[in-house]
């Protein structure tokens, strides 16, 4: 066995550096259980923000078919791309500058619902086969706001991240 520097064995030493450990207390486990909650949130809230723009951009074979023979089949995502993020970054903005004004649990609800809502109207269409033009403009503005709700949901994960 090897000695250490001050003439000690290697098992010495590690005795002595295990007697300098100490075992984590009850508080130091809440916290780190209580990070590990956070991380997780942040983590599906984060995933939660991306759900709606991806669920317009992955259901491009159906847009496809539906605006086939108009002059949006080949370039709808440019249409839908424009305000969605045009809306959601402008609606951060107005959130991080005004946002103090509104309740977390108002940032996070809302547009939970809203998302729901136009999910829920945006699957009636399928079902009732509306004009083709119909359902382009009725599209674009739900990506429209879908953008101003992500913007404020966003703005809702600020808010909680600040308080951590």
């Not at 424009?82 to 103090?100: C, W």
């Not at 309740?103 to 009732?128: G, N």
């Amino acid at each position: 066995m090897g000695a250490g520097s001050d003439g000690t064995s290697v098992n010495e030493q590690l005795s002595v550096n295990d007697e300098m450990v100490s075992p984590i207390s009850e508080s130091e486990e809440f916290i780190r259980k209580e990070e590990m909650f956070a991380y997780f949130t942040f983590f599906w809230q984060g995933i939660g923000s991306l759900f709606p723009w991806n669920a317009f951009i992955t259901s491009s074979y159906y847009f496809r078919t539906r605006f086939c023979n108009t002059p949006y089949e080949h370039n709808f995502e440019n249409y839908f791309t424009v305000p969605f993020t045009m809306f959601q970054t402008s609606g951060l903005a107005i959130v991080l500058q005004y946002g103090s004004y509104f309740e977390l649990q108002d940032m996070t609800l809302y547009p939970l619902v809203c998302f729901a809502i136009i999910f829920v109207l945006m699957s009636y269409f399928v079902v009732l086969g509306v004009d083709e033009n119909v359902l382009f403009v009725f599209t674009l503005f739900f990506t429209f706001l879908c953008g101003v709700a992500c913007a404020i949901m966003e703005g809702g994960v600020f808010v909680l991240a600040a308080k951590f």
